[in-house]
């Protein structure tokens, strides 16, 4: 069949507060043009992101009836390790109430000032939580062609990452795979590309960590286009990722299919204890660290039904509709379109706004107006820095982010969508840039205040 249905029904709903462009005008307005300051009934499609937005299912629902409460040894927490244990293979798993706290634990523990950390790329918040230690984290994503259709464009560089383990020897705190590969487009890494990392690292006795919160996904990725993989299940290879790991940090808000959770998974016993005493002081004990054992019970759940292959393909061919969708208006994305986001190069599509003028944020603003969309700038306002004269050093790419969250929204949802970005590909010369008033030392994006530039 050519149209591929969402293969679950919808028992509960949640109404959407339409609005008027003059209501949203005002919105965006109060809220500095900083979605992030929106309110989420000033929004009708939110894709800001895909992080602890999912539906759970009904499955879900019904095991946080079950969930045992209990501070020490819960039968919830029991179950949820044994999931993460058969998935990940890793001995030591400690539960973390999101992925940036299990971030805050190995990174904190790992990173100081001579440091660094490589990776094929760093999220914000893997970044930021390195940066805070003192320590450096070094980007090294694949070199393919951009236009190309080379479907693994998530990779690391590994003649870079050779070089980089050379030179700078025991300072390497880590390396770091993420899967799928965020920050670069939502793309996957391919299990050679990680393999050879993992050989990398073994020879130069340097721990490789998996970032696994969207394992799922890249897993449909591979099975799909990596020869060998075709008969496999999805689960069956991410265990087999998780086998190239030391250890693994999961923020389980994505492919944990809940709305909130993380974990964190090690091989070796002594970083296991240091991080253990880490999780104790500022997460909770061993046995829950930050989570009620109602989320626990969903989350031993969700990580099962994620790896169903009818929600897979549905999942990764809903989000290729809208990619392919906008692409087809001429709006220029990045390509091929990767598993829980479409990424719009808005440099390219607004090539009017200078990169000081943050083009990306111009065309979040403006899905907003036109549409009720809420999306995500991912390039300088993100990862902008200033030089010592305060002069903006840009992101690598003025990206914005489309993100779906999973089992909410419906094909007509998308298609609204797409009509969208055709009334934005008409009016693309009229639009104008931003500059930032106000803003905070560490991740500014989500705080940080703007005002129209009146000119291009
Ligand atoms: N690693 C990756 C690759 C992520 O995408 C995120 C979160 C985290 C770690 C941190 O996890 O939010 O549970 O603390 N990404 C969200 C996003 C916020 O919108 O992409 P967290």
Same mark, same amino acid.
């Given at each position: 069949?050519?149209?591929?249905?969402?293969?679950?029904?919808?028992?509960?709903?949640?109404?959407?507060?339409?609005?008027?462009?003059?209501?949203?005008?005002?919105?965006?307005?109060?809220?500095?043009?900083?979605?992030?300051?929106?309110?989420?009934?000033?929004?009708?499609?939110?894709?800001?992101?895909?992080?602890?937005?999912?539906?759970?299912?009904?499955?879900?629902?019904?095991?946080?009836?079950?969930?045992?409460?209990?501070?020490?040894?819960?039968?919830?927490?029991?179950?949820?390790?044994?999931?993460?244990?058969?998935?990940?293979?890793?001995?030591?798993?400690?539960?973390?109430?999101?992925?940036?706290?299990?971030?805050?634990?190995?990174? *904190?523990?790992?990173?100081?000032?001579? /440091?660094?950390?490589?990776? &094929?790329?760093?999220?914000?918040? =893997?970044?930021? !939580?390195? %940066?805070?230690?003192?320590?450096?984290?070094?980007?090294?994503?694949?070199?393919?062609?951009?236009?190309?259709?080379?479907?693994?464009?998530?990779?690391?560089?590994?003649?870079?990452?050779?070089?980089?383990?050379?030179?700078?020897?025991?300072?390497?705190?880590?390396?770091?795979?993420?899967?799928?590969?965020?920050?670069?487009?939502?793309?996957?890494?391919?299990?050679?590309?990680?393999?050879?990392?993992?050989?990398?690292?073994?020879?130069?006795?340097?721990?490789?960590?998996?970032?696994?919160?969207?394992?799922?996904?890249?897993?449909?990725?591979?099975?799909?286009?990596?020869?060998?993989?075709?008969?496999?299940?999805?689960?069956?290879?991410?265990?087999?990722?998780?086998?190239?790991?030391? *250890?693994?940090?999961?923020?389980?808000? /994505?492919?944990?299919?809940? &709305?909130?959770?993380?974990?964190? =998974?090690?091989? !070796?016993? %002594?970083?296991?204890?240091?991080?253990?005493?880490?999780?104790?002081?500022?997460?909770?004990?061993?046995?829950?660290?930050?989570?009620?054992?109602?989320?626990?019970?969903?989350?031993?759940?969700?990580?099962?039904?994620?790896?169903?292959?009818?929600?897979?393909?549905?999942?990764?061919?809903?989000?290729?509709?809208?990619?392919?969708?906008?692409?087809?208006?001429?709006?220029?994305?990045?390509?091929?379109?990767?598993?829980?986001?479409?990424?719009?190069?808005?440099?390219?599509?607004?090539?009017?706004?200078?990169?000081?003028?943050?083009?990306?944020?111009?065309?979040?603003?403006?899905?907003?107006?036109?549409?009720?969309?809420?999306?995500?700038?991912?390039?300088?306002?993100?990862?902008?820095?200033?030089?010592?004269?305060?002069?903006?050093?840009?992101?690598?790419?003025?990206?914005?982010?489309?993100?779906?969250?999973?089992?909410?929204?419906?094909?007509?949802?998308?298609?609204?969508?797409?009509?969208?970005?055709?009334?934005?590909?008409?009016?693309?010369?009229?639009?104008?840039?931003?500059?930032?008033?106000?803003?905070?030392?560490?991740?500014?994006?989500?705080?940080?205040?703007?005002?129209?530039?009146?000119?291009?």
């Amino acid at each position: 069949m050519k149209t591929i249905i969402e293969p679950f029904k919808i028992k509960m709903v949640e109404p959407l507060r339409m609005s008027t462009r003059n209501e949203r005008e005002t919105f965006l307005k109060n809220a500095f043009y900083n979605p992030f300051l929106l309110t989420s009934d000033q929004v009708i499609i939110d894709l800001l992101t895909d992080s602890g937005t999912s539906a759970m299912s009904a499955a879900q629902w019904g095991g946080m009836m079950q969930g045992d409460e209990s501070y020490a040894g819960a039968s919830s927490w029991l179950k949820m390790e044994k999931v993460i244990r058969a998935l990940t293979g890793h001995e030591f798993i400690f539960p973390t109430h999101q992925g940036r706290a299990a971030e805050r634990i190995l990174y *904190g523990y790992l990173g100081k000032p001579g /440091k660094v950390f490589i990776s &094929n790329t760093h999220f914000d918040t =893997t970044r930021a !939580n390195i %940066e805070f230690t003192g320590a450096e984290a070094i980007d090294i994503p694949s070199p393919s062609d951009p236009d190309s259709d080379f479907p693994f464009k998530g990779n690391i560089d590994l003649n870079k990452l050779e070089e980089l383990l050379k030179q700078y020897g025991k300072n390497v705190a880590g390396v770091i795979i993420t899967a799928t590969n965020n920050s670069g487009g939502g793309q996957p890494v391919s299990m050679e590309n990680m393999k050879s990392a993992s050989a990398l690292c073994r020879k130069h006795s340097v721990n490789l960590f998996l970032d696994c919160c969207r394992i799922a996904e890249n897993s449909w990725f591979i099975r799909l286009h990596e020869s060998g993989y075709q008969n496999k299940t999805c689960k069956s290879i991410a265990q087999e990722m998780f086998g190239y790991a030391d *250890g693994a940090i999961m923020s389980l808000k /994505k492919d944990g299919l809940v &709305n909130m959770g993380g974990f964190l =998974t090690l091989r !070796n016993k %002594e970083l296991a204890d240091a991080c253990q005493n880490l999780l104790i002081i500022t997460e909770g004990f061993i046995t829950y660290g930050g989570l009620s054992g109602r989320d626990m019970e969903a989350i031993a759940q969700g990580l099962e039904e994620v790896f169903d292959h009818d929600y897979l393909h549905y999942r990764i061919t809903s989000t290729g509709f809208l990619g392919k969708g906008v692409k087809a208006l001429g709006v220029p994305v990045v390509w091929p379109i990767g598993g829980h986001a479409v990424y719009v190069d808005a440099a390219a599509f607004y090539s009017h706004i200078p990169v000081h003028h943050y083009p990306a944020q111009a065309l979040v603003c403006e899905l907003y107006l036109a549409g009720g969309i809420r999306a995500v700038e991912i390039g300088s306002v993100m990862f902008g820095k200033y030089d010592d004269d305060g002069n903006l050093i840009p992101a690598r790419r003025e990206l914005v982010r489309l993100a779906i969250p999973r089992r909410v929204y419906t094909q007509s949802h998308i298609e609204y969508v797409i009509e969208v970005f055709e009334e934005l590909s008409a009016n693309r010369q009229k639009t104008t840039g931003l500059k930032i008033i106000k803003e905070p030392a560490f991740l500014r994006h989500f705080t940080c205040h703007f005002e129209k530039t009146g000119a291009a």
